[in-house]
């Protein structure tokens, strides 16, 4: 079950940040441009700017699930859960 939280927060954590940097819809990206560069290069600027507030919230969630099950983890491993 450890193993399943921190899978699942990694998940979490790098769908937040593909969406903050690939997340452009393709349809209004300009021609001869991709997604990426279209994207970066139209929210410059401070990096977390870059993140709407639910996808920070995504990653914060993500790294409690990834602290969480390895010390889930590591707690069932000493037989102490």
Do not use: D, N
């Not at 997604?35 to 600027?45: A, E, M």
């Not at 700017?49 to 969480?68: A, H, V």
Request: net charge positive; with cysteine.
């Amino acid at each position: 079950m450890a193993l399943v939280a921190m899978i699942v927060g990694f998940l979490v954590i790098a769908a937040c940040i593909w969406f903050a940097f690939m997340g452009a819809p393709t349809w209004r990206v300009p021609e001869g441009e991709t997604p990426f560069t279209y994207y970066f290069r139209r929210r410059s600027g401070h990096p977390l700017k870059r993140f709407s507030p639910l996808q920070l919230f995504g990653i914060t969630f993500g790294i409690f699930l990834l602290i969480g099950g390895a010390v889930a983890g590591a707690l069932g491993e000493a037989g102490l859960w």
